[in-house]
T-cell receptor
């Protein structure tokens, strides 16, 4: 069963706008990770946030984590056409096993 | 940079065939994983391995087996392929997980 659920399922924005997507999960976690998947390709790791962290930045990405609400958000600032992809959150256990959500499909139009 | 290689990008097989999907990593990671990805369902874990000759079932192991004879190679085996195993199969090695490009498998 899925641990994480992303919201919205799809997002369409214009270049330069910010894109925000949310992830909710069900059980306690060690870490929460965000991945990107371009069409027909494998997943690429974007960022990992530990359960004791509340916010993390990496370039144009900002991730927040609220363990009391069991939720996380991914913000992509100043989006570009190359950001068009599906984005997945995933929670992991001590073995490194990941539980993925169904993903948010983001389309950035020039 | 880290590299996970899956032997085929596209594969077409027939119902009842025994199918082998190969995955090789160059990172010396202990943990390796096989997922399948279906529309609307995200990624689901089939099997994982945390060492040579060790394997653990994931969430959907039925109809699959795996082999890990060497640290760098993790094989997924469809014992008798069925049409409901048509899917995208993704291999990953841990740490955060690095993924191969996937194998799109069609069972006719």
């Amino acid at each position: 069963s899925q641990q994480g659920e992303e919201d919205p399922q799809a997002l369409s924005i214009q270049e330069g706008e910010n894109a925000t997507m949310n992830c909710s999960y069900k059980t306690s976690i060690n870490n929460l990770q965000w991945y990107r998947q371009n069409s027909g390709r494998g997943l690429v790791h974007l960022i990992l946030i530990r359960s004791n962290e509340r916010e993390k930045h990496s370039g144009r990405l900002r991730v927040t984590l609220d363990t009391s609400k069991k939720s996380s958000s991914l913000l992509i600032t100043a989006s570009r056409a190359a950001d068009t992809a599906s984005y997945f959150c995933a929670t992991d256990d001590s073995w490194g096993k990941l539980q993925f959500g169904a993903g948010t499909q983001v389309v950035v139009t020039p | 940079d880290v590299k996970v290689t899956q032997s085929s990008r596209y594969l077409v097989k027939r119902t009842g065939e025994k199918v082998f999907l190969e995955c090789v990593q160059d990172m010396d990671h202990e943990n390796m994983f096989w997922y399948r990805q279906d529309p609307g369902l995200g990624l689901r874990l089939i099997y994982f391995s945390y060492d040579v000759k060790m394997k653990e079932k994931g969430d959907i192991p039925e109809g699959y087996s795996v082999s890990r004879e060497k640290k760098e190679r993790f094989s997924l085996i469809l014992e008798s392929a069925s049409t409901n195993q048509t899917s995208m199969y993704l291999c990953a090695a841990s740490g955060p997980q690095h993924f191969g490009d996937g194998t799109r498998l069609s069972i006719l």
